[in-house]
């Protein structure tokens, strides 16, 4: 089963894929209180790096497609059990059920948070539905700001969208699997529905949009 959703992940979840892109959420009037108060607000903002700066988003999700199937691949190669097959499973489902992406960028921490916590009050998909939303986050190379803003966006999920978890990942993570080419927030909604192991044709079609 696990050689079947790894094939499929290769043929599917590259350059060439297309998921949805939402239109721009209007930004709330209120954020929750645990994303509009903290120290990490404080932070800086970076200008982004030279290499994303140059980047639409499109080519930013596409470095990510890109990334996937080789990760997925290399933890593959390195299970040798079913309970490690069972972590394969785990890490690849969440990609495969990706409904949309975004690129959050912002002047100020606080704008960030504004424009990240709209796009997840419009994801109505996290509140039952299930399905996978990804928060590109190129400027947030500071780890501290980036730590502080997914551990704020945790405690407002566990509130206001408690079926809907939160995987921050980073380019400085010193594992594989968290270890993105860029910042980036995987919000996730499982779900029965959602299949449990291995891919189909369904599953594939929801996640190219």
């Known amino acids: 089963m696990v050689l079947s959703f ?3 992940l290769l043929g599917l979840v590259g350059p060439s894929s297309r998921i949805r892109v939402s239109p721009q959420a209007s930004a709330s009037s209120a ?3 645990e994303l509009a108060e903290g120290a990490w607000l404080e932070a800086a903002v970076p200008a982004e790096p030279k290499e994303l700066a140059s980047q639409s988003g499109e080519e930013m999700m596409n470095t990510v497609l890109t990334w996937l199937p080789e990760m997925l691949m290399a933890l593959e190669l390195g299970d040798e059990n079913e309970e490690e097959d069972s972590d394969f499973v785990q890490v690849a489902r969440p990609y495969l059920h990706t409904k949309e ?3 959050v960028r912002g002047g100020s921490m606080l704008a960030v948070a504004q424009e990240l916590w709209s796009h997840v009050e419009a994801a109505k ?3 039952g539905e299930g399905g ?3 928060l590109l986050l190129p400027a947030l190379s500071d780890e501290r700001a980036f730590d502080g803003l997914a551990e704020a966006t945790r405690a407002a999920l566990s509130r206001e969208m408690p079926k809907a978890s939160l995987q921050a990942c980073h380019p ?3 594992g594989a699997v968290e270890r993105t080419p860029l910042p980036l927030f ?3 909604c499982d779900n029965p529905e959602l299949l449990v192991q291995g891919g189909s044709l369904g599953d ?3 996640f190219l949009g």
Do not use: C, D, G, N
Request: cysteine-free; overall charge neutral; proline content about 12%.
């Open 172 to 174: 400085s993570r010193p």
């Open 132 to 134: 996978t939303m990804l």
């Open 31 to 33: 954020l929750p209180p």
């Open 186 to 188: 995987q919000l996730f």
């Open 6 to 8: 790894s094939v499929l």
């Open 101 to 103: 992406y975004h690129v």
């Open 125 to 127: 998909f996290l509140e």
């Open 204 to 206: 594939a079609a929801a």
